[in-house]
């Protein structure tokens, strides 16, 4: 049946002759700044979805049926060029998450011929992001007779009212970030099994940076009162290096991992992103929706002007999350909507980034960081506290339920400019409103 399904797909797959060598590579690479670069083919994720057979199932064997189909669809797809590459004397790299190639060891005169390669494709500069820009306070190790207290983002989200029903047992939380440090005492005993490293190889789960496990605390921090959903467990990639930055094929990498990694999320926490209105990481995020896998993105640091949302935070499909502070007011710096040439609504909701005590990369010190990246990961906490509480919840269920139990702050007229939508709320500031995950869990 597997056979006979994916035969029927690999027909579907169209060639036709309209390649495109995007100008900036051309001119990367003569100027010798670039040897890599992404040949991008048609996108197949809407032939997935419009899938009848994957329709008709649920849990793993969704699951697995997608990710078949990817791998299938995208090999057929790219079948026709690897010669080409190869004869070229040129090595690189297959992804199944998003239809792309990663092409290395260009020069001038490969490129040249790449241009005549026949089809539909763009050959173009590999995507990159990076972390938006966090200021880091200061570093604290806490004493263990000071560490009862809970955070306030957690407290002002209401996590300790949910903690009445449930702490996030159950679910599993990815970070793609820079990493993870596991050895640190409010992370250790919560660790998954799941870890996947594009850059180092790394066996185990490691963070030179800090950042990623700075989320990660957030969302699930044991000591010291840092996580929202501290009964919950968690897996990571490391998306981003050493320094902050991260590739597509890194990136796409990692969208991979959370597909296949046993155990799957049921939350993904990215706080990274660059420029605007840009869909790239769009197939990748596709994937995740289709196999139930919440994606939760910052929506960046470029605020407080409109129109100021980072991608992929500000795209369709996810949930993009701005920045709020101790008072409840939006923060400066968290990035506004509206998103595309629609105005579509951006950030979905917001949260707590502002001054926030999470984990550090030693065995029990705690960095106090600002920014959209530390407001995302309270939100992919409270996500794992209503799954924990009503494991069958679609996207759009515990989207609807954050959205109908988020508190309403006062929104300034500044916020107000850049569109509303019917009312004060929703907006382009806060989105639907700062989350209540006690009230969306009815305490």
Known sequence: MKHILLLVLVTQ??????GRVDPLLQQSVKSGHVTEAILQLPQIIQQVKSSPVLASLTGDARVSTLITMLKGLTSAAQAPYLPQLEALGLTYEQYWASNIILVKGLTPEALFYLGDLGGDYELRVQKTVSISPATKVHEEIVPSH???IIQWGVNQIRAPAAWNVTRGEGTVACVIDTGVHLPHIALSSNYAGGWADPYYSTMG??????????CMGTILGIVNGVGVAPGAQWIACRGLDNEGSGTEAALTTCAQFVLTNDPRPNVVSCSWGGGSDDGWYGSQVAAWRLANIIPVFAIGNSGAACRTGNSPGDQPDLIGVGATTTLD?????SSRGAAGPMGMLKPDFSAPGENILSCGTAINNYVTMS????ATPHVAGAICLILSANSSMTYDEVYDLLGESAAR?????????CGLYGGDYPNNAFGWGRIDVGRALGK
């Open 329 to 333: 007011a939006m923060a400066t710096f």
């Open 13 to 18: 797959v169209t060639f036709c002759l309209s």
């Open 146 to 148: 000071k560490q009862g």
């Open 205 to 214: 789960p490691t963070d030179n940076h800090g950042h990623g496990t700075h």
């Open 371 to 374: 920014g959209t990246s530390m």
């Open 409 to 417: 702050p006062y929104v300034t007229p500044a916020d107000k400019n």
